[in-house]
């Protein structure tokens, strides 16, 4: 048909460039969506509380763990063999304390368990009960839309003008699904909407619109085709999706919370949440409505976003004339200009963007914080839900990767926007700094205002108590991250062809982003925690012995944390990846390699002069000390010449480091992440030449003979990423003093461009061999990296995975056993003196079966008291932890203790008697008798003179 | 009663040819008046989450139209009981001129005991207008046009349409 439109024009350049970047606006939704949740999972928890019974449970099993928070036995240390393993080293001991602390709060968690999973299973519920509302509320709008506005189904036959003219349409905006086009009969507006669910699209047209085709054909075509691109940008289904999940919120987590408030103020009640004081209430209800207001905005933000990305497809599909003409029309309030609460946009803003679709591709400072808030308020409260659910490490780490994905493809698509829209320039400096600098901030408010931290008063908020170090820690790592992304992104990116590196990038981005963002949730709680280490024990009478051996034993745990993540593979993956991706040049790398290899060889004759040098100026007494101890923590000589290496390399790193980023421009951080890797690489092995040296030369004076001497690689891994935490933590300030003194220098001493300035080949064709040419430096750089890298794997998979390490199977048959079960009632018969017997009754004592075979009793404070005692009464009062090994076959159970950590205490008609402590042979009496049967929910043991009833109270260990 | 309606529409587009667009949806627009007539009458605007287009309000005369004819019709049938006349839907399309509701009866003459007197048209011609005016809040001048053109020459003795 002829149309009252020119034929169909070829795509507006801006347009293609806005439309092809990402706009991150679904990434908002998700957000936002992720923050309502996370924060119902914790007012659900906190409700969950204040319903009587369940407090009254939790509190039980809470006295009764107590002892083993309390307990140091439960705080079972490191196994010898980690001790012998982690030896004489400072951090092996940090280590060793941490790993103690780590199984001594799992200990209490093991003890709590029972508690945890009934409230876990119960939030768990609620969770998923909310989840269904907000996807019943989602997949039931289609049907309120059309019977709210009684909305008529179009047919061809019923309007053959107006069906052919929407025909016309489609077939000039194609869409993956044909919408189902609908007439709202009382809505004498000229608006359309789309609506519906992803595999059925509507739209519905007012029946005045219908007259606008008559009399204005242009607009009525602008304001379909902005409704068809909705449904192309898929704006559709994340919008009512995200309206549905607000509504859920604010109609149930929010009145639920409230009532719980209101109930403890109740007395005859008995229950509800009771808070300290007036100020906590105020900062649970501040927070709560901060976080509605916050989801509300932003959420519109996001829906104004979408409607300019409409308006965009619209004039590039169509006439950019009539989508102006129609705006023009839109009501313009004065004053309002920005219309920060709606959610459309004011029409001057929406014509403004349709005239320079550019403008789409800035990102707005109060977006950013917004979403940094929603992020630190989505991460604190999954913080505290996700790990209770699944566990400690893997939560934390689920969370991390969850959390650092959102904030680098939030980054990368700030990033891709940034390029695109100054290409062929670089983007701004506020791009490069204020965005991830606005990021950290509204992340570590966020965790600040969650309410979590309004319920437990801050001590739980992420990144080490939100200080004001942990907050420029984290900006500084997003800002570091983000430049890089940003210059690897820059050097590969060109707007007339998609590449294919953009993908690999990101993913990249996201991994690094997760190694950081869990070294900041770990580490940075001891941010500002250095302590030197003390004087050594043979030489401290030698000034700067002493004090090189202070500084080689200082305890800094974020160093702990750094060296125990894949430093390596991160360091490889920051340096390789966006030099494969531009293509880098030998020419390009070849200054970096050469400043790599002089400052890591310089390092190597250091290590070589290092044992002549400690033989020359340290006594031997220093050197082979007769007495073989040292006091506690201090650094024995080997150790402070091996970590004197360190010491070396780390300069080396960072003269490295500092020389790159002061002389480079393009690809900066990938070139430096080059430098200090080539420097550490070619400085690692002095640590053979230094031990070899030392041995041969006898330095020891332990008459050894002299062979070449080194560590295992794992441990040669673990002493380099020490090296490498301790020259990130210096490198990374110095080498962005260097880069600004570069910038600096350049602007004032314009230079002839070098080959760091010639245009990546990238731009040009080239043939096969002069590619594989071009990638033959990188793919070196890669090969040795992986090596270097793989290393780290063992290390990595121990620390994400402890549970797997261990290899194990399930070897209990019976799948009744596994699971949480409290005693409800036991009677055993037990002698009371060599002629006499008694029979005992107690209760409440606590067994987790887990699948693999173990089995542990947590006693609480467990009180058997004797019911035929022939004079006083009997009772044994039995405290702490008893863990066994079990079998359960044919209806039987046999236990053997493993590890006991309880006591007992004796009295004779309330006077007490005495303690003592149990061990794994007289612990007998303590276990369930043989023979057993277990149906659901009950489980019943006995043996002459001993029946005991359990009741399951938890889902399987 | 529809027919009527539509006849007023048919006419309305002598002074107001935009009321053209709104043939095609007479019938949808004829039903929803009759599932709920002040709703149709109200003719609001819909709102919502990723809506666009302008805001303002469109005058549809069809549902005004609607209401005049049941307005009109209510008082040509009082009268016609009133004179103990058989009345018919037929009937009142003739006398408002319409050739094609009986084709093959005559027009109604000034003496056919169904046919108006200028009074009864000048009537017509007041409750027309009080729906435009009322109900159709369409401003005074522009209802007397539209009630002209609906009324037709009735007024001055002589057959509707001609």
Redesign the interface.
Known sequence: MTTVLDPPQPRHDDSERVLAAPSGTHLRFLLLTTAALATSAVILAIVYLAIPPHLQSHRTVFQQCEPVLHDPAGWAAATPADDQQQGTEPIGEVVGLATAALRGTQAFAQCIAPATVAQRTWVGWALAAQVGLALTVYGLHPWW?RR???L?RLDAD??P??WAELTDLLDRFPLRREPLWL?????????????GLPWSPRV?L??????????DRP?FRA?VL??LA?LRNR??GI??LT?AVWWVFVGTAVPALLLSLLAAALPVTGGGVRLNNGWQLAAVLASIALLTAMVYLARNSV?RT??HY?DVAAAAAGSRSAVLA?ID???SRPRQRFLWYD??PAPGLRRATVVDPLRLLRTGATDVLVFGLGVGVALSNLLYSVPVAVGATPGSVLVCALVAAVLALFLAACTRRAVARAYPASPTRGHGWGVPALLGLGVSAGSAVSALSAFTGGPTMVGGAGSLATAALLCLGACVLHLWFTSAHRASWRPDRATRFTPALTVLFVLIGAVFLFFWLVGSAQLTAIRLGPPPTYGAEIAWYRDLARVVATTYLPVVTLSNLPLGLTLVTLACAPLLAARGTLALLRPTLVTGVVAGAGALLVAVALPFAAQWSLPEAVRHPTEGYHLGGAAPFTLVLIYSYGLVTVVAVLLATATVAFRSERMRPALVALAAFVTVTTAAPGLYLLKTGARCLDIYADGLTCHVSGAPVTDHTLYLDTVLAWAGIVAVPVALLAAGAGAVRRARRPRRPSANDVASPADGPGSGRARARRLAPVLAVLLVGTVFAATELPRLRVLILPAAADGATPTVTDRCLPGYWVERSRRQLQPISTTDVAVFASSGAVWSFGRQGVATLHLGDHTARSETAPQEHIAYTSTGLIQWRYTATTGRLTFTADSVSATVTGSVGGARRGTITLGTDNVDDYALPAAYSCNGDTLATAAPGNVVTLHRVGGTV | MTDLARLMVDRAMVVEP?V???R??F???A??YF??RR??L?????G?????????????LTPIMLETATVVWAYLVEDATRRGINWSGEAARQVFGDQSASPHTEQPSASSPLALTVEQWNHVHQLVTQVLTGPGRIPSSRAALLADAVVGRGRLGEAPQS
């Open positions: 839309v709210r506005g009684r008529e019923a309007d003008v107006l007439l709202a009969p009382y809505s004498y507006g000229q608006s359309g909407q789309a609506y519905r007012d029946v005045g619109l219908r007259l606008l085709l008559t009399t607009r304001v902005h409704e909705h704006d559709v919008t009512y309206i829906l979408r409607e409409a129609a029309v839109l009501p959610t459309h | 935009s053209d667009a709104e095609a949806l019938p949808m627009l039903a929803a599932r709920d709703r149709a109200a003719g609001l605007r819909s919502g989450p990723l809506e666009f287009g302008p805001t303002e309000v469109v005058l549809l």
